[in-house]
């Protein structure tokens, strides 16, 4: 079985999350109150946080914990089925929504 580094893979995920954001790592650093180089640190998987930490990555990230523990592959994969399940509510929206406007002007 191939060795899995968390701290690697966890680390790269914020530091994806953190540019989908449009944050720089100071930013980033200043909103979870501690140093850019720590922050540094824990996205090249050379640290990791402690759970207090994590609670606040996730808060300022806007992600689940267990999306920061994906690999990239995984990343892409469930991003594409996010889309896919967007595009299937828009369209159920969409035609719900005539149904009901066509079911209104029967009425009225």
């Given at each position: 079985m191939e060795e899995v580094n968390i701290r690697k893979i966890f680390g790269e995920n914020?530091?994806?999350y953190r540019k989908k954001l449009g944050l720089s790592q100071e930013q980033l650093a200043e909103r979870l109150e501690i140093s850019t180089n720590h922050l540094s640190v824990i996205e090249t998987g050379t640290k990791f946080v402690t759970y207090k930490l994590l609670e606040k990555i996730v808060c300022e990230l806007q992600v689940l914990p267990a999306t920061l523990f994906y690999t990239s592959s995984?990343?892409?994969s469930d991003e594409s089925k996010v889309n896919k399940i967007n595009l299937i509510i828009d369209d159920e929206l969409n035609s719900t929504s005539s149904r009901i406007h066509n079911r209104l002007r029967e009425i009225l």
């Open positions: 914020v530091k994806y995984s990343i892409e």
